[in-house]
């Protein structure tokens, strides 16, 4: 019943990947032996939470290299890295890093180093300040937040890299679904941010990849 | 039909005032009159547009001292003005002032001095650092912002004070409805900040007075 | 990778805490391992679950002080409690008090006394009667109530005391979230109430905190 | 193109009336003619406002009593008027009068009398007490309040009689649309407490109707 | 803690009842200890599943009739049952009942019988008129009902009783809440019909027993 | 700037049409002058209000065929009305009548005669019950209601005709927007039944079409 | 309790099924014994996880034909299947199978032979490009898709067949309740697209019933 | 009360611009005063409407130079712009255009051209694939669209530039807000789609302007 898009990295400079959540094991168990006898292309599965990972059959997860943390495992090879960090991911909580994981291993997928800079929340504005100079010397700047986000503003107003922000459902009460986080950054007061959707680390990345690929 | 709650000052330290936002100008003609005949104590009116005010008898507002900016008006003696202002009121930006107005009137009317502080938003983040002292020096800061409300964590990191915050319904798209920002203000990552209704700068205003005259 | 803001206290007079909830069991052991070897000041862990305080680390779990209803821990030392108590929190009904004990646990954390006055909704309108002298003694007043939170409004104008309301998340249908509580709070008929985010027992005693420690 | 329910009165004791709210004036003209040349039985129209009722034909016009401050208008007879008012609409406050009135003006053309107790929010809670013993000497109570509808608790823990809420879409913020009351009153701590939708006087009026005439 | 509202009865005619929901074992069985104590009085306890009944002590639920299909728990003694139905409580769907049986279970409570009409849902419409006529006999109907519940148009026009409707939460996409129910309900095209929360079979009860008690 | 699909009626035998509701005046000029200078297709203007083509260039509205009521001009020819009655448009209420005068001059325009059959609310339930077999006698049903939209799911219990529903944003409180009509038509219990989107008569018909012209 | 709507097939060509969700096992069980001693036809059960079915009474279960991957259970026969296949059911990703599975076995029951095409979605566009011809030689399309459900405003586009739209609730952040998914399809820039409730397949499945057998 | 950010672009390489939305005539005659007299630097102000530009003191306009198209008026010299179209502003149809003005004048103030490619919906492919080679050499693309947005995942699939999606309000009922068509784009399943706030073509220039200019 799959069918992949093969040529996709062709028009978009993006391979296909696998986001695996709404999808039960046997149909990614399928997914990946379908994949492993038509193509030597790496490919990357994102949303693997560590309990469906170990629902897998072996004959597909002998294949995979998977990590719990970020959820994502990948099959076949990567592509090379590039010299130097291209992408700062910074985040304002601890909270924050399991959704900076997955775009940092997805950069890394798409051969692009990324450096994680955590914790830098504008509560206490000297973390950030700290951390500015290098934060700013890279070519592009993914920042993930919860609850209300303030941290994009703050970094908007302080960097001229292209920022793509990342709201996360951290938090509980009004911010719990990351919509408050969400709306935040669409609001944000700083001009020229933009966002993708909730907790979505490999979306952040893949638009952080089309800045530096193209 | 009107039933005034005189002594509610006597019960919580704060006259009742007039909401005219959903009433009639004929409706607010028999208050005035009402209170005229009845009660020798001053009364803030609310929410009082240009456009109703222009409607009103000239027997109403020959006793009302009106302010169009905030939408206010007062009717009778206003509290004599204790010394010193006690209030910071930080605006985010010029948008925000009419509210930030409403609050000045009506702490002017309780007796306390207020200032405010406009237009330091947090994309640039130095209008905030360079007004810092000044307003650290008030017992109470009264913080009003619309959009993502950024502000308000970045102040309630730099500050020991009380701080009420304000959401107003600026901006437009997921903003102008002012309730991301107050959502936003809710999911602070700065601890113990409190927050009224949007555009709310009466209730803010109110909340100071607790804290000042309690 | 984690960054403590150890100089908060000296700019807000409220020490860091740390937030359990999105945080996995290995994340805080290596927080609280962090702690112990670089600050001997005492912080406050809130929203530990007793199901995630049984998956820490003994070599954690030895240096806590856990309280299972509020969800608290404490690391190190509270400050002295202050004499007489200072803040009196109030509950609509027996399922508030989770929210009422985690603001009574900051609160002594942060050396101030409180008293719980528990169980008194406007349903049974006397039996708030019958405590409001005894509230009305308290420098602070937090109110903590669920469903339509109606005791607010009746509290806010029977006393001058500061009021910080804080909405819980109890009840179903309309009101399960907590969201029918925070608007109804937001949207008093009474002067001068503020308000936190839904359950945020800890962000009601900060605030509190602020006005008596200021 | 109008087909009215002549015979609904039989099934369900209450006659049909028009809503005019979404009715083009020439709409409204065609079922007044319509309803002159085919009907002797009293018809009421809602929601006809000041404006909409001045582009009515005078043919029409002639034919209605029309009230501004309800909006409502007459056509034919109103059922005699019972003895002894059987209703008590109660506001929170003034800004509620007009859907006090919409609904007084249908128990009228029921034929059943009402008296209106306005003004008795709870923010001072003395003027609802002094008004007690006569609420609660009639035979139904409806309720009207926007904002918090706090009063729609205290006040049904106060009666033991059948009591119908009506939420109004007064106020300003998280309350303009009437939504915050009407959750505020489906969530209430007051047993046996029913509603009607966002400033329908009218609905309440004919299920108080339902009751005293059932 | 706990404090209860023993005098309710003689105000408003409706014993106090406990909700469940959220409360913990423990906290109920304080509650089943004090009453024991101090009352002799019937109480209700509501949301109680059986889960949460099986964790209570054995000291409490000695004292309980408990019924897991309604979640409720009687403690003490019911009321006498006046002679005849008052009350016809209709379902739409056989997955309406839970919420039925909790709406009769409290009406016996408090002495008043019921009827449980069910499964006569408007997409057979034959059914609801096969049994109109009894239906009609009872002094009150309670009409329960989820999805778009239109079987309460189509009942409010076929009777002139008092009808409270309970929207239910049953159904998936946009009904899975109960909020679409709950509009319908309250956007009906048929006059006088009143609602209560989203599933609060014991407010509908509680309301029907104001009409039938008053 | 404007760019037609002048093929689309060859891929789905629809022509194109212009939504005029965002359009400036001069907008729609340009459109017209650019169709009458390159087709010879008959086009449908839909949404255009008797304010904005008062707007239009003389030049313009020489060429259209403008019916107020429906909100819809015509330019150039319509296709030729096949024999027979072929859509019942079915409405609940007269404030309805707008969106099905939409459906059928759309039809109209597409070649299809269709049959409005208005006022038929379930309210009074006799009404629908005189008209179902001529209802019942066309191939497609679209039946079009606002509010709690009731006779949605009566309606499909009755027919075994294709039926499509249009939600209208008549009524006003919860169902002002059209949103709860949208929703109880999507939660309907009658099995089979689709929708539009809110207002959207051009739609219906347009789906109406491809059912019988397919 | 149960009352079934036997005749309905005759009023509508569709056979009354059992939505499982909401019942609990005996509920189900208690149907289930109803139907096989009243009644020879074929009754579909839709939503009947496995973990319900393991619970349901050998008893019943001996005379299911259950599936678990549609969730689907077949109690006596299904009509014969007419020749050919009628619909082709469209999905978007893998993730939407269930749900394309769901109306397959609902059509099959019906007598309708259905082709499932998966996983065209249109950040692809050649792979819906490719089962193009294929599809639309389908009478009906029933197309399915979760997230931003783009490829039904692409295929309403390509094809002049009726098409009838399910919005999945797949995704996660702003997508995961499939809100996004069906307000997209109501929204689509093509003209004359139906849709019915978020994972909906069974309605899909019986409109397109209504048009094939009408 | 006016603080320009005048280092801004020196921090971002953005300059300040005025959001004119919630600012009166004379709060903008206010600035411009101000501006004249402090700073030589070009200032763009954005959704200033004909009507309030009509109401500023020509003082100040004879200082602007005004588009009523794009609601944008440029104070003061705009940057020489660079040679050679840099971004692609694609739009879905002719309702989008003055968002997509606004982004080509707020490009052009930064010194950088653009080309408009206008009503291109995916409704009809083949407009959209006639123009995929031009958009393609641009170094960023903006897609701005309305309803369901779907070109959005469409385009985003045959590119891999850089892309940043502008969510328009335009449309009716569920699409009205534009909420709609932000959801959409959020939940697009094209990977590395970036988006701005609803109707925000001066922000979606300026992340463009970041990517061009870092």
């Known amino acids: ?21 709404d999808k039960t094991a ?26 469906k990972y170990a629902q897998l059959d072996p004959a597909s997860t002998s294949h995979l290299d998977y990590d719990a943390s970020s959820g994502t495992a990948l ?11 291209k992408v700062a991911i910074v985040t304002a909580g601890t909270s924050d890093l399991p959704v900076a994981w997955e775009a940092q291993r997805t950069l890394q997928f798409l051969g692009i180093a990324a450096t994680v800079v955590a914790d830098v929340g504008v509560a206490g ?9 290098e934060i700013n010397e890279h070519a592009v700047i993914i920042v993930i937040a919860g609850m209300d986000a303030a941290i994009v503003s703050v970094l908007g107003g ?40 909730i907790d979505n680390g490999y979306g952040a990345a893949c638009a952080a990849a089309r800045i530096i690929l193209s």
């Open 1 to 21: 019943m799959i069918k992949f898009d093969h040529n996709r990295e062709d028009r978009i400079k993006l391979p296909e990947s696998v986001l695996c959540q």
């Open 26 to 51: 046997p149909m990614i168990d399928e997914i990946i032996a379908n994949l492993i006898s038509t193509s030597d292309k790496g490919v990357l599965f994102t949303r693997l939470t560590s309990d």
């Open 75 to 85: 099959l076949g090879k990567s592509r090379p890295i590039q010299r130097g960090s």
């Open 125 to 133: 504005l000297w973390r950030l300040q700290e951390r500015l100079d």
């Open 158 to 197: 302080l960097t001229h890299r292209p920022m793509i922000a990342v709201p996360t459902s951290t938090g509980y009460g009004v911010s719990a679904q990351g919509q408050t986080a969400l709306n935040s950054i669409l609001a944000s007061c700083s001009p020229g941010i933009t966002t993708v959707n």
